[in-house]
């Protein structure tokens, strides 16, 4: 069965440096999420994107974050400047649009240290 | 604004005996519901949805959930709990399907034992 995949599965990064968490969605999918969740609390909407622009974001999603598709395959989180709080799992998902009730498929996920 | 509430962060129950997880959502729209299981350090898996068919849902692993507009509840059944089915349950509403964002309840940790 098709797969969304993650890398790095875990990252540690210093504090005001920028990482980029990577998702490969599936591949016939359009729509695509990541969310986030803090150690200990509920898994939180970040952001959705579809046709190469954001769809929706949450008030999480300030200026210090960015994604991009890349390419065909890839789908990217940036982080510019990492701040202590944004340690957590970042999980990204996708969606086939052309059925309404499908749901989101989510990758295992990446864990960001802040270091 | 929707919201999900999840009563009992921690279930336990006997390997053989019911499980039965919780959940109550808030919605101003017909609700789209999910619960997905989430296995240690793996992703969100899905086990199963209702999105205004039959309001009872069957899913994966022998887990079902029946969708009551009146009580506004999505609970989770099964009747006979297996060791493998510790984990932690995140019940999710979202107002359009698989396009729009989930959001989530905080999770119940189901432990089994012998």
């Known amino acids: ?115 | 604004a929707q919201s999900v509430t999840q009563l009992g962060s921690h279930v336990s129950v006997s390997e053989g005996a019911l499980v039965l997880l919780r959940c109550n959502y808030s919605s101003s729209v017909p609700p789209y519901l999910f619960w997905y299981v989430q296995y240690p350090n793996q992703g969100l898996q899905l086990l199963l949805k209702y999105t205004s068919a039959a309001t009872l849902v069957k899913g994966i692993n022998g887990f079902e959930a029946e969708f009551k507009k009146s009580e506004t509840s999505f609970h989770l059944t099964k009747p006979s709990a297996h060791m493998s089915d510790a984990a932690e349950y995140f019940c999710a509403v979202s107002d359009r399907g698989g396009y729009n964002k989930l959001i989530f309840g905080a999770g119940t940790r189901l432990a089994v034992h012998p």
């Open chain 1, 1 to 115: 069965e098709p797969e969304v995949t993650q890398t790095p599965s875990h990252q540690v990064t210093q504090m005001g440096q920028e990482v980029i968490l990577r998702c490969v969605p599936i591949s016939n999918h359009l729509y695509f999420y990541w969310y986030r969740q803090i150690l200990g609390q509920k898994v939180e909407f970040l952001v959705s994107f579809y046709n190469n622009e954001i769809s929706e974001k949450s008030e999480i999603f300030d200026d210090q974050f960015s994604v991009e598709r890349p390419d065909g395959s890839n789908f990217t989180l940036k982080i510019r400047s990492t701040k202590l709080e944004d340690s957590a799992m970042y999980f990204c998902a996708s969606s086939d649009a052309t059925v309404q009730d499908q749901p989101q498929h989510f990758g295992d996920g990446t864990r960001l240290s802040i270091l």
